[in-house]
């Protein structure tokens, strides 16, 4: 996978985290609310290494 679409899913992971969490959070569905939080941290790590591949120039 490139660095630029490991960004992209982190992206993308991030946003649809969002969505379950606040969710979750408004439905009062605290298992919806905690896989968004678990999904938004996953969307952090894939970015974080799209990142480090572009620091490092490697794909």
């Known amino acids: 996978m490139s660095a630029s679409s490991d960004k992209a899913e ?3 992971d991030k946003a649809s985290g969002k969505v379950k969490e606040v969710t979750g959070s ?14 938004q941290t996953k969307g952090s790590a894939k970015k974080v290494k799209g990142e480090v591949k572009d620091a490092f120039g490697s794909d």
């Open 26 to 39: 408004v439905t009062n569905d605290k298992e919806m609310e905690n896989e968004g939080k678990a999904e």
């Open 10 to 12: 982190g992206t993308m």
